[in-house]
C-alpha cells in the first residue's frame, strides 16, 4: 500500500470535492426533465424517499468504508474479502469507461462556451449541431473520420483531467474544487433570476411543479426516483470510496453525507427552475404548450437550449455563457471525480506514484475517447452511456449492496462511523440496507433488461448495439480480470525481488 496518499486540506474541502462530483451534467440536464415527466411536484416524493433509504444510507456506508480502510475499489474490496478484489477493479473500470465518453460531453459544451460569445450556432441550432459541429454520420457503423472540432475542444478537457489530480488531493483537486462550485453557484442563482423574471416562466415552473399524485402508484415513477438518486450522487462507481479515503482521521461521516446529499438535491431542484423558466419563456413566444419545448440531454442543452438563448429579449450572450460555463464547471468537477477513482487504484494496487498512474490511465483513456469524436461519435456516445448505465451502474449498485449488507457485518460501520459523527445513525441504515434499496435495485435491473430485450435501444440496428454497448459493457469486465491478474503477477514478482535482496 502506498504511504503517500494525500489527505484533504479541511473539511470544507472534502465536501466540495464531494458535491462537486454529485453535481453534474445529470443536475443540469436530466434532474429537470425526469421531474416534469414523472409527476412534476408529486415525484419529489418518491425523490425524497430514495434520497433518505438509499442515497444517503450508502453515502454513508461508502465515507465510512472509504475512511476505515483508506484505500481505493479494489483496496476496499480486497481487504474485506480477497475475492471480493475484482469487484473493486470492476467498479474502477466503470469509472474508465464512463470518463471516456463524459469527457466528449464537456468537450461539446466548452466548444459551445465560445459560440456563446457571438451565438454560432445561428438560428438553425439543430442543423447547427449535427451537420456543421459533429459531422454526424447516418450511422453509427460509418465513423466518418476524426472531428478537430471535437478532438481539440476534448485534448484540452483531457489535459485538465490529468493536471488537476497531478497537482495531488489538496493542491489539485480541492483547489479546482473550491474554484469551480462557487462559479457554478452563482451562474446557477443568476440563471434563476433572468430565468423567472422572464414572461411566461410561471407557465413553464407550472409544468415543472405540478403535482400529478396519481403518478405515485405507478412503480416506474419510484424506479426513476431511485436511478436519479443513484446516478446523481455519483455512488456505487468506487468514486466515493476513493475521496473518503484521503479524510483525515478525525472526520465527521454522517453530517458529510447529509450535507452532500441535500446539497446535491438543492442544486438539482434549483437548476430545475432555471431550465424550465427559460422553457417557459420560450412556449409563450412561440405559442405553444410547455410540453412540445421541454426535453432532455443531448437535445436540451445543444438544440432546445441555444433557440431559448436566440429568442431572449436582451443579454442573450451573457446568458449563454453562464450556461455552458455551468455545464463546463459541473462537468470538470464530476470528470475529475472519475479520474481519480481509476488512477488512485492503480497507484495504489501497484505502489505507483500518482504521477505515473495518471499519465498511464489518462494516456489510454484520452486515446479510447477519441471515438467518441468521429461523425459517428454522438450516436456511439447515446449507446455507450445507455448499456454501460443500465447494466454497469445499477448492477454495481446491486452487487456492492447485497455483498456489503448481506455478506458482511454492516453493523461494524455503523459502529465505526457513529463515534466520529455528531448525527448518530440508528437501525433504520440496516434496514434501508438490507431491504429496501437492495429490493428497488434488484426490480429495476430486472425492468431494464426486459424493456432492452423488447425493443433495441432507441432503434439502433443490433449489430451497433452488439458492437459498442457490447464491447464498453463486457469491457468493462475483462478490464476488471486483466487488472487483477496483472496486480497478482506484480505482487509475486515483487515479493520475490525483495527475497532475493
Ligand atoms: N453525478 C454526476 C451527474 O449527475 C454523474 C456522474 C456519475 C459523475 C458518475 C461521475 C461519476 O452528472
Known amino acids: 500500500m502506498s504511504k503517500n496518499r494525500g489527505e484533504w486540506g479541511s473539511r470544507i474541502g472534502f465536501i466540495m470535492a464531494a458535491i462537486g462530483s454529485a453535481i453534474g451534467l445529470g443536475n443540469i440536464w436530466r434532474f429537470p426533465y425526469t421531474v416534469a415527466s414523472n409527476g412534476g411536484g408529486a415525484f419529489l416524493i418518491p425523490y425524497l424517499v430514495a434520497l433518505l433509504t438509499a442515497g444517503i444510507p450508502i ?81 453509427p457503423m460509418s465513423l466518418g473520420g476524426l472531428n478537430f472540432k471535437v478532438a481539440i475542444p476534448l485534448s484540452i478537457v483531457w489535459a485538465v483531467n490529468y493536471i488537476v489530480p497531478v497537482l495531488g488531493v489538496k493542491n489539485g483537486i480541492e483547489k479546482a474544487n ?76 454522517v453530517n458529510n453525507a447529509f450535507i452532500t446529499g441535500f446539497g446535491n438535491c438543492s442544486f438539482s431542484l434549483l437548476s430545475g427552475i432555471a431550465v424550465f423558466s427559460i422553457l417557459g419563456y420560450m412556449a409563450k413566444s412561440q405559442g405553444v404548450p410547455v410540453q412540445e419545448v421541454a426535453s432532455a440531454g443531448v437535445g436540451l442543452a445543444f438544440i432546445v437550449f441555444p433557440k431559448a438563448i436566440n429568442a431572449l429579449p436582451g443579454m442573450n450572450s451573457l446568458f449563454a455563457v453562464m450556461f455552458f460555463g455551468s455545464l463546463v464547471f459541473a462537468g470538470i468537477s464530476s470528470s475529475i471525480s472519475l479520474v481519480e477513482t481509476f488512477s488512485s487504484s492503480i497507484a495504489d494496487r501497484f505502489n505507483m506514484s500518482r504521477i505515473k498512474a495518471l499519465s498511464i490511465s489518462c494516456g489510454i483513456g484520452y ?50 462511523v457513529n463515534p466520529l459523527s455528531d448525527f448518530q445513525v440508528g437501525k433504520w441504515w440496516n434496514i434501508c440496507l438490507k431491504y429496501i434499496t ?29 458492437k459498442y454497448g457490447g464491447f464498453f459493457v463486457l469491457g468493462s469486465f475483462v478490464i476488471a480480470v486483466i487488472m487483477l491478474k496483472v496486480e497478482s503477477t506484480y505482487h509475486s514478482i515483487s515479493s520475490k525481488v525483495k527475497e532475493v535482496m
Open 59 to 139: 453515502l454513508i456506508l461508502e465515507f465510512g468504508l472509504g475512511h476505515k480502510i483508506r484505500n481505493s475499489a479494489p483496496g476496499v474490496f480486497g481487504s474485506l474479502n480477497k475475492k471480493w478484489q475484482v469487484f473493486g477493479w470492476w467498479q474502477a473500470a466503470i469509472s474508465f469507461v464512463i470518463t471516456t465518453y463524459y469527457v466528449v460531453v464537456i468537450a461539446w459544451a466548452m466548444s459551445y462556451f465560445l459560440f456563446s460569445f457571438n451565438l454560432g450556432w445561428g438560428s438553425d441550432p439543430k442543423g447547427f449541431l449535427f451537420g456543421d459541429f459533429l459531422k454526424l454520420t447516418d450511422s
Open 178 to 253: 473550491k474554484i469551480l462550485m462557487p462559479m457554478l453557484v452563482v451562474s446557477l442563482l443568476i440563471m434563476v433570476v433572468r430565468g423567472l423574471t422572464l414572461p411566461g416562466a410561471i407557465d413553464g415552473l407550472d409544468y415543472y411543479f405540478k403535482p400529478d399524485f396519481s403518478k405515485l402508484a405507478d412503480g416506474r415513477v419510484w424506479l426513476a426516483a431511485y436511478g436519479q438518486v443513484f446516478y446523481s450522487l455519483s455512488i456505487a462507481f468506487g468514486i466515493m470510496l476513493a475521496y473518503s479515503s484521503y479524510l483525515p482521521k478525525e472526520s465527521d461521516i
Open 367 to 416: 486515446l479510447v475517447s477519441m471515438i467518441f469524436a468521429t461523425g459517428a461519435g454522438l450516436y456511439i456516445l447515446d449507446i455507450v452511456d445507455h448499456y454501460i448505465n443500465n447494466y454497469g451502474v445499477a448492477l454495481a449498485g446491486l452487487i456492492e449492496i447485497v455483498m456489503l449488507a448481506w455478506f458482511f457485518n454492516l453493523e461494524s460501520i455503523r459502529s465505526y
Open 438 to 466: 437492495p429490493a428497488l435495485l434488484g426490480i429495476m435491473t430486472i425492468l431494464n433488461i426486459r424493456t432492452d430485450l423488447k425493443i433495441p435501444y432507441e432503434g439502433y440496428s443490433i449489430e451497433a448495439i452488439a
